[in-house]
């Protein structure tokens, strides 16, 4: 069967035409050292590679919230030391005022003493992180105490997200810290800040009953103080916890991205050289079948 120029054109073409195209394929791989770069190159890989990777992105984004939690908890648990640190000098004090040894004019000097306690205590409990209220719950633009006293927060929980199925909360529901609940007010008990105002007045006004009552009282409120710090050292640990186990899953997600998508450098080197060669040998000899000889001419 005889074969048109048209047709040697064509085949000589299409010849050309592959041997470039796997050429460029392998260029491509050894530029970016990547075994998938186009769908076409590996469905199945290229579908497992989109996972893996939809699921590193998820993770560094539960590692950011981990990092906040962090930082929002530490923050809490700083306040909650320095209020304990607080209580335990007004205690100190109060002791001291109420032996009767002291008179009058040395209660009243130590009174000062116990307000700026009272004014450091409203301090710690407006701390904030990223600019957000640590204690106050969802009202995290409002300081969680007022100057006079008055808890200003509610009681909302604030929950991020540290894995796929996993809410962790990360703030304190800080009411029962400084208010006495129902139950404490039948117990006699008092918020903070109150517990705190009846030392100052018993001191300046010379109570002696005063200053035992708020004693007492001083006692119960740094036992809520502990109970919160150990509420926010679990939480701590459990926020630990799940940072190692995001560390290691992004450890393994990542390593079976590589072993998807990633190319052995000394295999597409070598099939890049193979390709440039093939295709280096296909131009030269369909260079010679596309030229006319005399018998092609005479024909």
């Given amino acids: 069967m005889r074969v048109s120029e048209r047709q040697r054109y064509t085949i000589a073409a299409g010849r050309v035409e592959s041997a470039k195209s796997d050429n460029t394929r392998d260029l491509e791989s050894v530029a970016t050292q990547k075994r998938i770069n186009h769908l076409s190159d590996d469905p199945i890989g290229a579908g497992q590679a989109i996972r893996d990777k939809y699921r590193i992105g998820n993770v560094v984004q539960f590692q950011k919230n981990i990092e906040f939690s962090k930082g929002f908890i530490d923050r809490s648990e700083s306040a909650l030391g320095g209020m304990q640190d607080l209580l335990i000098r007004a205690k100190e004090l109060a002791v001291n005022m109420a032996n009767d040894t002291n008179d009058g004019l040395a209660r009243n000097s130590v009174s000062k003493e116990i307000k700026q306690i009272m004014d450091e205590m409203a301090s710690l409990a407006n701390t904030s992180y990223a600019n957000r209220f640590v204690f106050s719950g969802f009202r995290t633009q409002t300081p969680a105490m007022s100057g006079d006293g008055k808890y200003l927060g509610d009681d909302g929980a604030i929950f991020l997200q540290v894995d796929s199925n996993d809410f962790r909360q990360v703030n304190l529901q800080a009411r029962n810290l400084f208010e006495a609940s129902a139950d404490e ?46 509420t926010l050292g679990a939480v701590q640990n459990g926020l630990a916890a799940a940072g190692k186990r995001l560390a290691l899953d992004e450890e393994l997600v990542r390593t079976d991205l590589s072993n998807v998508q990633d190319a052995d450098v000394f295999k597409v080197s070598s099939d890049f050289q193979r390709s440039e060669q093939i295709l280096q040998s296909t131009l030269l000899a369909s260079n010679k079948l596309l030229q006319p000889s005399l018998l092609n001419f005479m024909q």
């Fill in 185 to 230: 007010r039948a117990q006699a008990h008092f918020n903070m800040m109150d517990c705190l105002g009846i030392l100052a007045s018993g001191l300046q006004t010379d109570n002696k009953f005063e200053i035992q009552k708020a004693m007492d009282e001083l006692d119960f409120q740094s036992q809520k103080v502990s109970t919160y710090q150990a």
